[in-house]
T-cell receptor
C-alpha cells in the first residue's frame, strides 16, 4: 500500500528530553511537511522540505528541528527548547504539477509531556 | 495574514438531516481551496478541492462545496448525512511557498456528530 507512515502513534517526553518523530512515505513525493494540530486551532506548519537535503522553517519552527537525508524520510525532532510540545503532529507530502497543491497526510503522532 | 474561518466548532445532527458547514478565507490572490475530513482514529484525508472552473465541486461520499468568490466562501454541503459522517472537517486554502509548492492554511475545524 502506498502512503505515509508515522511512528510512533503515541510518544511521551520527559522534561529536558529531545524526542524524534518518524515520517516515511513511499509515494515518491518530492515535498514533505510537518504540521502541529492543537484543539480548536486547526493545523499549523512547522517545517517543510521541497527536495532532499533542503528544508525551510514554517510558521512555528522554534523548538523543532528536521532533516531530509532521503526522499522518503522527513523526521521531526522536538527539542527541549519547545516549551509546549503536547500536541498531535501530522506529516504530509505532495508532488507534481498541480498535484503539488494536494497534500496527503499520515495518521499522526500524539506527543505528551510526562 | 491569510486565514481561514470555520463558523461552527461543533455540529450535532440526526441522520438524514442536511448539512452545511461554513468556511470563509482571507487571501487576495488565486486560491485553491480544500475540505479535509478526519474520521475518528483515522488520518486526515481529502474530501474535495477547488482549483478553477465550475465553482460547484463534488467530492467523495456525496459531499459538495460551492466557491463564491465575492463572499470569499467555500461552504461544504451534504443533502442527507449518515452516522458514518461523524468526523472532524477542516477547510483549507493554499499559500504559495515558491517552486510551485504550497503550504495549507487550515481553519480550526468543525466536529460533526450524527445521531442515528
Amino acid at each position: 500500500d502506498g502512503g505515509i507512515t508515522q511512528s510512533p502513534k503515541y510518544l511521551f517526553r520527559k522534561e529536558g528530553q529531545n524526542v524524534t518523530l518518524s515520517c516515511e512515505q513511499n509515494l515518491n513525493h518530492d515535498a514533505m511537511y510537518w504540521y502541529r494540530q492543537d484543539p480548536g486551532q486547526g493545523l499549523r506548519l512547522i517545517y517543510y522540505s521541497q527536495i532532499v537535503n533542503d528544508f525551510q522553517k514554517g510558521d512555528i519552527a522554534e523548538g523543532y528541528s528536521v532533516s531530509r537525508e532521503k526522499k522518503e524520510s522527513f523526521p521531526l525532532t522536538v527539542t527541549s527548547a519547545q516549551k509546549n510540545p503536547t500536541a498531535f503532529y501530522l506529516c504530509a507530502s505532495s508532488s507534481g504539477a498541480l498535484a503539488k497543491n494536494i497534500q496527503y497526510f499520515g495518521a499522526g503522532t500524539r506527543l505528551s509531556v510526562l | 495574514a491569510q486565514s481561514v474561518s470555520q463558523h461552527n466548532h461543533h455540529v450535532i445532527l440526526s441522520e438524514a438531516a442536511s448539512l452545511e458547514l461554513g468556511c470563509n478565507y482571507s487571501y487576495g490572490g488565486t486560491v485553491n481551496l480544500f475540505w479535509y475530513v478526519q474520521y475518528p482514529g483515522q488520518h486526515l484525508q481529502l474530501l474535495l478541492k477547488y482549483f478553477s472552473g465550475d465553482p460547484l465541486v463534488k467530492g467523495i461520499k456525496g459531499f459538495e462545496a460551492e466557491f463564491i468568490k465575492s463572499k470569499f466562501s467555500f461552504n461544504l454541503r451534504k443533502p442527507s448525512v449518515q452516522w458514518s459522517d461523524t468526523a472532524e472537517y477542516f477547510c483549507a486554502v493554499n499559500s504559495p511557498l515558491g517552486g510551485g509548492y504550497n503550504k495549507l492554511i487550515f481553519g480550526a475545524g468543525t466536529r460533526l456528530a450524527v445521531h442515528p
